[in-house]
């Protein structure tokens, strides 16, 4: 990810993180929509995933400009991802619903440069957490 990459998606999210568990929820619905089987998946109180979901994000997006500092927490993700029974193609499902969602919560904001930064860092986040899951299996 570039400089200008890693702002855009820290400004951006700056906008969609007061929606808060509003927006997760969005995410959550428009994911099991495109793929309810995901649905099996989270056997957990909704609004407690959400609540979590919305904690990492806000970590991660203010981590990217310190990669070193959020990678071992990334890479643990993954791992543990794995044991839930997450499959590399459910990344790209979670991407969509995410890129959705962002484009709901900023509206004209979400311009193609906020995209393809945001596609950046989540194939970043994603191939990491990928890694570690074949990594630990």
């Known amino acids: 990810m570039t400089p200008n990459q ?23 619905e428009r994911l099991f929509f495109v793929d309810p089987s995901l649905r099996m998946l989270f056997r957990h109180n909704m609004k407690d995933q ?15 400009s310190r990669p070193h500092e959020i990678l071992p927490l990334v890479q643990s993700m993954g791992r543990r991802h794995a044991t839930y029974g997450v499959r590399d ?3 790209d499902t979670v991407g969509s619903a995410l890129l959705w969602t962002l484009q709901q919560g900023l509206g004209c904001s ?28």
Request: aromatic content about 12%; overall charge positive.
């Open 89 to 91: 193609e459910h990344y």
């Open 50 to 64: 959400s609540r979590k979901v919305l904690a990492m994000l806000s970590f991660t997006v203010a981590g990217l």
């Open 6 to 28: 890693v702002d855009l998606v820290q400004r951006s999210w700056n906008q969609v993180a007061p929606m808060g568990e509003a927006a997760i929820l969005m995410f959550y």
């Open 110 to 137: 979400f311009t193609p440069a906020v995209r393809e930064a945001w596609s950046a860092a989540f194939g970043v986040l994603a191939s990491t957490m990928k890694d570690a899951a074949r990594v630990a299996a």
